[in-house]
């Protein structure tokens, strides 16, 4: 994405335009190894410009790549060790191992009723056939629970998932 022509050939002056736009569009700045000049600094400002979180993993005092993410650290970005940093500050909750959610404990009772139905894969005429809801009351639960990502819907057969 840029507002440059298609045409337009990269040069030096145009990395910023084009970081400008990825800064905005992304949730957070994660900056890996950048120079104290550098135009991944450039990024990580517009980052800050645009109140995005600013990330970044620290490395070797004795390697000029890591310039750039120790003065971010200096700055207050987020130190990232390993990936689940990463989605911790995004804000995403990582499952523990051992650790089972109850996808049903938040169900409506029209939910369960059709959860019930599933012990084996159906399709949606199977489940008006054996539950006393009408169709449309249905394929509204039915929509609830795969965005919930409690079932699927494949070649016409509606699993849990």
Known sequence: ISELAPEEKAAPWTFPLRNRIMAGLSKAILVIEAEKVSGTLITARLGTEYNKDILTVPGSIF???SEGPHLLLKLG???IRE???ILESLGIEIEKKGETKNLFKECSGEELLIINELTVPK????????LELNISQINTTLTLLEIKGIIKEVGGKIFLA
């Open 63 to 65: 390697q000029s790549s």
């Open 123 to 130: 399709s949606r005429d199977e489940l008006k056939e054996t």
């Open 83 to 85: 990936s689940s940093d």
């Open 77 to 79: 970005a987020t130190p």
